[in-house]
């Protein structure tokens, strides 16, 4: 029986998805899925054939380089200890707010995830020096938790990202123009929080002291401990912003930088350097392996002219283009329910990309700030929610799983308004980028 390519296509989907639910790990059900559409579609000879090209076509792509750099940069911003400074440095400036404290880890998230680009690093790193103080001063727990389990998907949105990384990779988008695009909706997403934060406590929803007061000298003093962070900042998205580096090498100046730091604040410590190179490996073997695998069920997706099949189907004939964006959004939002933010990016990416910047004429780096917006969220909305496990795992019974997942609706509720906002307004996402220099 003769099966059209683009069924086969859907087929390999619902594949992926069952290989997923039965718990095979993200990069067997991509390749396993990927190989069995490859040999529907191809042959059996055809689809082994595929494999070496696709493998040896990704690892030798000079932009993937900047991978393991950017992960190395923040295992080096990670050990160095330029976390609790960022924290500090913002207690000082916002500690007497109501909900100070929270404020305070939503903007040392931010900060500090323009160092490591994870946001599971985030939540690693704020957790034992934010959680206590709170706990400490009174606070719900609710707000507690949910700050540092949403502030801490900034990682990803403040360049430099691994997600804007792999978005460019699969779609040939510009990964510095990519970067600079998350700065404004990175910024964004604070001052929202910020306002979440307020709102509640304010109100009375939940409890949220002030916390302790500093002086306008002490303030001043606390920023000396920011050097680091406006260094490293500047070194990888000020070369990329002036067109003096590629986002390649704009991720060995940052590696280098805060190798620097590291050294200059607790000496050569061959311990520190092998944790650092190690921990980097293991990451970077996990993604690049997800990587390969994702780009075999990508092929898949090609061949079958799913894309294509998809961009005939909702192609505006005097219709409302922003119907199928929508679509897209609310598959995005149920995939992030159901799987790692990763995995969501390698898996819809080549299947919207041609739908909604080729096919309907939306702009490429807007499309991609969406993605990773969505991901975000995919990090922090259950039953798949490696925000919430990570936050769980530092804090042990003093929160349950469902406080923590109550804590964080609001924080979404701020990311759908902020999505909303994209939507409405694209110079939110695409002005800055406009503006960059290129030689």
């Known amino acids: 029986m003769d099966i059209p390519p683009n069924i086969i296509g859907i087929l390999a989907f619902l594949l992926f998805f069952v290989f997923v639910l039965v718990g095979l790990p993200i990069a067997f059900a991509f390749a396993f899925a990927g190989f069995v559409g490859l040999w529907w579609l191809s042959g059996f000879g055809a689809a082994l054939n595929i494999l070496p090209v696709v493998t040896w076509g990704t690892v030798s792509d000079y932009v993937l380089i900047a991978l393991p750099l950017y992960v190395l940069m923040g295992e080096f911003a990670n050990v160095s200890g330029i976390g609790p400074d960022l924290y500090n440095a913002s207690l000082k400036w916002w500690g007497k707010l109501p909900g100070g404290l929270a404020i305070t880890t939503t903007w040392g998230c931010c900060a500090f995830g323009a160092l490591t680009g994870s946001s599971t690093a985030g939540v690693l790193a704020f957790t034992p020096?934010?959680?206590?103080?709170?706990?400490?001063?009174?606070?719900?727990?609710?707000?507690?938790?949910?700050?540092?389990?949403?502030?801490?998907?900034?990682?990803?949105?403040?360049?430099?990202?691994?997600?804007?990384?792999?978005?460019?990779?699969?779609?040939?988008?510009?990964?510095?123009?990519?970067?600079?695009?998350?700065?404004?909706?990175?910024?964004?997403?604070?001052?929202?929080?910020?306002?979440?934060?307020?709102?509640?406590?304010?109100?009375?929803?939940?409890?949220?002291?002030?916390?302790?007061?500093?002086?306008?000298?002490?303030?001043?003093?606390?920023?000396?401990?920011?050097?680091?962070?406006?260094?490293?900042?500047?070194?990888?998205?000020?070369?990329?912003?002036?067109g003096i580096a590629t986002p390649t090498e704009a991720a060995a100046l940052g590696a280098t930088g805060t190798f620097v730091i590291l050294v200059s604040r607790y000496g050569f410590k061959l311990s520190m350097l092998s944790r650092s190179i190690s921990e980097s490996l293991r990451t970077v073997g996990m993604l690049?392996?997800?990587?390969?695998?994702?780009?075999?069920?990508?092929?898949?997706?090609?061949?079958?002219?799913?894309?294509?099949?998809?961009?005939?189907?909702?192609?505006?004939?005097?219709?409302?283009?922003?119907?199928?964006?929508?679509?897209?959004?609310?598959?995005?939002?149920?995939?992030?329910?159901?799987?790692?933010?990763?995995?969501?990016?390698?898996?819809?990416?080549?299947?919207?990309?041609?739908?909604?910047?080729?096919?309907?004429?939306?702009?490429?780096?807007?499309?991609?700030?969406i993605i990773v917006l969505m991901s975000e969220a995919a990090l922090i909305t259950p039953p798949v929610a490696l925000n919430i496990f990570a936050f769980k795992s530092q804090v042990g019974d003093e929160v349950s799983m469902l406080d923590i997942g109550k804590s964080v609706l609001p924080f979404l509720g701020a990311d759908f308004f902020r999505l909303l906002l994209l939507i409405l307004f694209p110079a939110i996402a695409t002005w800055l980028p406009s503006r960059m220099f290129t030689f």
């Open 129 to 242: 020096i934010a959680f206590k103080p709170m706990m400490d001063l009174g606070y719900d727990k609710k707000l507690a938790a949910g700050t540092i389990v949403a502030s801490a998907t900034m990682g990803i949105m403040i360049p430099p990202s691994i997600s804007f990384i792999l978005y460019g990779v699969q779609t040939n988008e510009s990964i510095g123009k990519l970067f600079i695009a998350g700065i404004v909706p990175g910024i964004l997403q604070a001052l929202l929080y910020t306002t979440v934060i307020l709102a509640f406590t304010i109100s009375g929803i939940w409890k949220g002291p002030p916390g302790p007061a500093s002086k306008l000298s002490e303030k001043i003093k606390s920023l000396k401990n920011l050097w680091g962070m406006i260094v490293i900042f500047f070194l990888v998205i000020g070369s990329m912003y002036l």
């Open 288 to 369: 690049i392996f997800i990587i390969l695998c994702s780009l075999i069920f990508t092929k898949v997706i090609v061949l079958s002219g799913l894309a294509d099949w998809l961009v005939a189907l909702v192609a505006p004939t005097g219709g409302n283009v922003f119907v199928p964006l929508a679509s897209c959004i609310i598959i995005l939002l149920f995939a992030g329910m159901l799987m790692p933010a990763t995995a969501m990016i390698l898996l819809f990416t080549p299947l919207f990309y041609p739908v909604i910047v080729q096919g309907l004429g939306f702009n490429g780096i807007w499309f991609g700030v």
